[in-house]
């Protein structure tokens, strides 16, 4: 058995169900409550990534092959927002917008991410709803659309956490990722 980074891990389970199995008997509750998320950082274990994704049902076993097909597979922390980059900064839902940064925050302190992967989708239900249809009349505008949004919250992003390494990908409804530039 091993944990996120290859190290021997005591007993079975992932360290994140360590991590629950702790917080379940009680050990977790009172370092939560005497100090938010620090007293975690020492049984939460760490991973690398935070993948911020859509919600889009379509598409959630193709996100698990191609962060296992990464040799990240239950090695990530993972936020879904309906439209994923653009979820994160619209306007239109700011109660979204602030999960997204509280959830950075928190996967920094708990779990020491160092990358976040912004995994936004072709065909994308909420960026439709959010900006109107018309970026996708032609593939082109679609990836152009999504590359702006991409591109401004990785911004936001190594404004707030310049440390950070930030991937931005889109993916199709056949499951294939493109590194968005
Ligand atoms: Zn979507």
Redesign the pocket.
């Known amino acids: 058995m091993k944990d996120c980074h290859g190290h021997a891990a005591h007993g079975g389970g992932s360290g994140r169900r360590q991590f629950l199995q702790r917080v379940v008997l009680g050990g977790g509750v009172s370092l939560l409550a005497a100090s938010p998320w620090g007293g975690a950082v020492a049984s939460g274990g760490k991973v690398d990534a935070l993948l911020l994704s859509?919600m889009?049902y379509r598409l959630i076993d193709d996100i698990e092959r191609y962060m296992a097909g990464r040799g990240m597979k239950n090695c990530y922390d993972h936020v879904i927002l309906?439209?994923a980059s653009l979820g994160a900064i619209t306007d239109k839902f700011p109660a979204w917008n602030k999960t997204f940064w509280e959830h950075l925050d928190i996967a920094i302190k708990l779990h020491g991410i160092h990358t976040v992967m912004i995994m936004d989708?072709r065909d994308?239900?909420?960026y439709k709803v959010i900006l109107g249809p018309d970026h996708t009349e032609s593939a082109e505008r679609e990836h152009a659309t999504h590359r702006s949004q991409l591109a401004r919250l990785r911004t936001l992003i190594l404004e707030r956490q310049p440390a950070l390494k930030v991937e931005t990908l889109l993916m199709g409804l056949d499951g294939r990722v493109e590194v968005v530039a």
């Open positions: 859509c889009d309906a439209g989708h994308c239900g909420a």
